[in-house]
Nanobody, 122 residues
Framework: QVQLVESGGGLVQAGGSLRLSCAAS????????MGWYHQAPGKQRELVAT???????NYADSVKGRFTISRDNAKNTVYLQMNSLKPEDTAVYYC????????????????WGQGTQVTVSS
């Protein structure tokens, strides 16, 4: 059974930093693309950043220059270093692994973590 387990959220003052982690278990191969999304109250879930196993990254304009996504391919773990946090970054942050692949006769689909709350106070 595939699970994405996030950690690292919390409460921080504006200008502070947090580091989120997401570990994928139950996947016997290196996941290609992984990423982070966030969802603020009353708003749709939005892309924050993605990274491929080759290290190609993509960021939302709102976080460029402040957030850095990285990963450990051997552990299928993705990280999000968030610096210079702003109150508008307050949201639930979700890890995402759109695997969509067959491996040894088993189909691995599209997976989300349970979410971790990030709150930035002004």
């Amino acid at each position: 059974q595939v699970q994405l387990v996030e950690s690292g959220g919390g409460l921080v003052q504006a200008g502070g930093s947090l580091r989120l982690s997401c570990a994928a278990s139950g996947v016997p191969f290196s996941i290609n693309a992984m990423g982070w999304y966030h969802q603020a109250p009353g708003k749709q879930r939005e892309l924050v950043a993605t990274i491929t196993s080759g290290g190609d990254t993509n960021y939302a304009d709102s976080v460029k220059g402040r957030f850095t996504i990285s990963r450990d391919n051997a552990k299928n773990t993705v990280y999000l270093q968030m610096n210079s946090l702003k109150p508008e970054d307050t949201a639930v942050y979700y890890c995402h692994a759109p695997i969509d692949k067959y491996y040894s006769g088993t189909y691995y689909g599209n997976y989300w973590g349970q979410g971790t709350q990030v709150t930035v106070s002004s």
